[in-house]
């Protein structure tokens, strides 16, 4: 994803769905609308029709174009219409999800698919908590398209399920896989003779010897403080593990000042005590902050695994970018070296009250097929959550390091769910580290400002908790 629009749909779709339920208008349509007359029944099933799609009713498809483009939904539905070659396809690719279609789903005449991205996408927990979305259970059942003797559940990565899944109930299916590094130049690095460090000592160790070859070693894109964040609690969970990830996630008293979280933060601050971020940094978008580092002028950047696409027009040839999964914090960290933070993205729903809800389900069984996910991965230069999509494909050189990063990382993948889950603390969170990272406030004051808004967002019995 790219541009204005990462900033947000970077995260899950729930990031600050409190504030937003009130005035979406959604959380009283449960009761909106018509009747169910118009809707296309389930037909029946078979070895060949596994989710009993009607041969010849319309479906209408709504995808976010954003940086992935639609041509992959475009794909996804000639492979459907292959199949069924009645079925008439309304394609719409289009920007604004959230204000085009919130109208539509209060009255209960939503598209059968809908690609819920992008900033101003459609709040998924007033959807979820107003019944508004289709359970996707009959799908994960359903053979894959390409292996009918393989479920589709199975063909995906660990994680997707869990990442759309909603009360016990799969409503959200995400199409592309996520991860968050450290990105360098290949080419500068071979230039130099460096080498991208296993440990937080060597990485300042590095950054002297950057500066002495006259380039900036960090950047960071200082407006959307969360882009530092993601090497901040990466690198807490390597030194705690997956119980300080859940303590995190479960408003545990005290788990933002473990000793794992102040050693993670006082890692990023000497980052700023030591001179080795670029002057300014704090006053760039994310674009202006990339666009640096893509000239060569830095040699580090904190960003997810879309940044090669979304970067794709500016790139030098020879560049070379790819992506470093976060060093460890120290020898004796929980996690081995190349655990990496990573969750999927992209999320795609077949609302409840939609027409053709089973030509929907169908949709999205070709769309996430070997031949869509493969072209996707070609054109977007990310990387969908198909097991075995990228296998064989010649990548390039950050989608492949992407690729071999899921690989060495193995079962060592964690994610938080608090920024999704708790929109103030997320904001305090982010807010803290701007602090940080310009030496405002020391990390003993970062950790007590977070714990904080961690321990009133647990006091506060108006927001709906969450446990992992």
């Not at 029944?41 to 989710?51: H, I, R, V, W, Y």
């Not at 819920?116 to 979820?128: E, I, P, Q, Y």
């Not at 010897?209 to 609690?233: C, F, H, M, R, S």
């Amino acid at each position: 994803m790219k541009g204005d629009m990462m900033n947000l749909t970077r995260r899950s779709a729930l990031a600050g769905v409190a504030a937003v339920a009130a005035s979406t208008g959604l959380a009283a349509c449960a009761t909106a609308g018509g009747g169910d007359d118009d809707k296309v029944k389930q037909g029946d099933t078979s070895a060949e029709n596994p989710l009993g799609v009607s041969a010849d009713a319309a479906l209408e498809v709504v995808i976010f174009k954003g940086g992935y483009g639609d041509q992959y939904a475009i794909d996804a539905g000639t492979s459907l219409k292959q199949k069924f070659p009645k079925v008439v396809i309304d394609h719409k690719g289009i920007q604004g999800v959230g204000e085009v279609l919130q109208p539509r789903f209060v009255a209960d005449s939503p598209p059968d698919v809908v690609d819920n991205s992008g900033a101003g996408r459609l709040d998924l927990a007033t959807l979820v908590s107003a019944g508004k979305l289709t359970d996707l259970t009959a799908l994960l059942d359903a053979p894959s398209l390409d292996d009918p003797a393989k479920k589709f559940r199975d063909t995906l990565m660990p994680g997707v399920i869990e990442d759309g899944t909603f009360d016990g109930k799969p409503l959200v299916l995400n199409f592309s896989s996520v991860l968050w590094g450290v990105w360098y130049s290949k080419s500068l690095f071979a230039k130099h003779g460096w080498t991208f460090p296993k440990t937080w000592d060597e990485m300042l160790t590095l950054n002297d010897e950057i500066k002495k070859a006259g380039l900036q070693p960090w950047t960071w894109q200082g407006k959307y403080p969360e882009y530092l964040n993601d090497p901040l609690v990466s690198l807490a969970a390597k030194a705690g593990g997956f119980d300080l990830v859940k303590s995190i996630d479960n408003l545990a008293p005290g788990a933002w000042q473990s000793p794992a979280m102040l050693a993670a933060a006082e890692a990023i601050y000497q980052l700023a005590v030591r001179g080795h971020i670029m002057p300014g940094s704090e006053g760039l978008s994310h674009t202006e902050a990339q666009n640096a580092w893509c000239k060569g002028q830095v040699a580090f950047i904190p960003c997810g695994s879309w940044l090669e696409g979304e970067q794709q027009a500016v790139t030098p040839a020879g560049f070379d970018m790819v992506m470093g999964t976060v060093p460890a914090l120290t020898g004796s960290d929980k996690l081995p070296f190349g655990a990496v933070m990573a969750a999927s993205s992209e999320s795609f729903i077949v609302p409840a009250k939609a027409k053709n809800a089973p030509g929907g389900l169908e949709f999205l069984r070709h769309l996430f097929s070997q031949k869509v996910a493969r072209g996707f991965a070609e054109s977007a230069k990310a990387l969908p959550v198909v097991n075995g999509a990228t296998d064989g494909l010649n990548l390039s050189s950050g989608l492949g390091s992407v690729a071999a990063a899921v690989k060495a990382a193995g079962p060592n993948v964690f994610s938080y769910k608090f920024r999704t889950w708790y929109a103030p603390l997320s904001k305090a969170v982010d807010d803290a580290t701007g602090e940080l990272a310009t030496k405002r406030i020391n990390p003993q004051q970062w950790a007590e400002r977070v714990q904080k808004a961690a321990d009133a967002v647990a006091k506060d019995s108006s927001i709906v908790k969450h446990q992992r």
